[in-house]
């Protein structure tokens, strides 16, 4: 048994796995909170984390029937994130394994959503055995990265974000429009049911044989392209198509740059996690592209897109099954940690 805690944005969450089952997974979400000012405070965030995070617990370990002593390790988000969001779970976690003298494990956040589309069906659960070299797509609102997976526990960072990741696109053209935060799900939201071919919007970077990701020159055009239509924003219909264009530019660059790489590498599964995973566009795009190109397509469920404490633990029970060892006790957050440090490929 072995009990997870991620808290390294704004969603508290906890989990308990076993044997790469998850028997149960909690997640306290801070978007009301935040929503009035934006975006996340970070300071508002640690304080909801102190607050939650010690009934969530209580809650997953009643929910799994597993009482602490059953407990093999602990586990939590070392790196990156907000410093002070990071230092509660961490520091937690190693409380809780201290007390129950159990080895406590410190996990990479984008390492844990490069294995979380493989976590599946119902009751949900690890399916490694199903695992293949694949490349991966992490897009959320702060990361947006292409990483080939060479072998499970073996990575190769291929490119990032250089500017505005998809997800901070997606937050910030919708508040140009004047959406409410987080924006994303809104904008895929008023974007069903709209024409992605109303407005021809720039795909920043897509032709570039590289696999990094620029976002910030799309959000800038959408500025000046409102600025020269200001009564557009007044019809509905008009807003449906605007944010449908917005959203095929963004899909169009994460699919066509993320199969690009997935055939130049010579693999046959692309996998895409992270939050802006939920959007509908995204997954159906992604999983068109591949049945086109004869590319298997793993997404992350929904519910394990965004940020959750299952992914945390899942990763560790595994690492501490195949032998690796357990972090230091004392083991320090990581908030500005690189994938790239974190199970690279030898080369």
């Not at 586990?75 to 969001?85: E, H, K, N, S, V």
């Not at 119902?122 to 997976?149: M, N």
Request: aromatic letters at 6%; hydrophobic letters at 45%; proline letters at 6%.
């Amino acid at each position: 048994m072995l009990l997870a805690f991620e808290t390294s944005c704004d969603e508290t969450s906890v989990a308990v796995v076993h044997r790469g089952r998850v028997l149960s997974a909690l997640v306290s979400s801070q978007i009301r909170l935040h929503a009035e000012y934006g975006g996340v405070v970070p300071e508002l965030a640690t304080r909801e984390h102190l607050r939650n995070l010690l009934p969530l617990a209580r809650e997953a370990l009643r929910l799994a029937n597993v009482e602490p002593g059953r407990l093999d390790a602990v586990a939590a988000t070392q790196g990156p994130g907000l410093p002070a969001a990071l230092m509660v779970g961490l520091n937690a976690a190693q409380a809780v394994a201290f007390v129950l003298q159990r080895p406590f494990v410190g996990v990479h956040h984008h390492e844990a959503h490069l294995y979380s589309p493989w976590i599946g069906g119902e009751p949900a659960q690890a399916q490694f055995d199903e695992f293949r070299p694949h490349v991966s797509l992490i897009v959320s609102g702060g990361h947006t990265l292409l990483v080939h997976v060479v072998a499970e526990g073996q990575h190769r960072v291929l490119g990032g974000t250089v500017d505005d990741a998809a997800g901070e696109c997606f937050d910030k053209t919708a508040k140009l429009i004047g959406l409410a935060y987080p924006g994303g799900p809104l904008i895929d939201r008023v974007a069903e049911g709209g024409n992605p071919a109303a407005f021809d919007f720039p795909r920043p970077l897509i032709n570039d044989r590289g696999d990094d990701f620029s976002f910030s020159g799309l959000k800038t055009s959408v500025r000046y392209f409102l600025r020269d239509r200001p009564k557009l924003l007044d019809d509905p219909r008009s807003l449906s198509d605007l944010c449908a264009s917005v959203q095929a530019a963004i899909v169009d660059v994460l699919v066509t740059k993320s199969l690009r790489a997935a055939r130049r590498e010579g693999v046959s599964c692309l996998t895409a996690a992270g939050g802006v995973v939920c959007n509908r566009a995204l997954r159906r795009e992604l999983t068109a592209a591949g049945e086109r190109l004869g590319i298997a397509v793993r997404l992350a469920l929904p519910g394990f897109c965004q940020d959750n404490a299952a992914m945390v633990g899942i990763l560790a029970e595994r690492r501490l099954d195949q032998g690796a060892p357990a972090s230091l006790p004392d083991a320090e957050i990581r908030p500005g940690w690189p994938l790239e440090d974190a199970s690279p490929v030898t080369r």
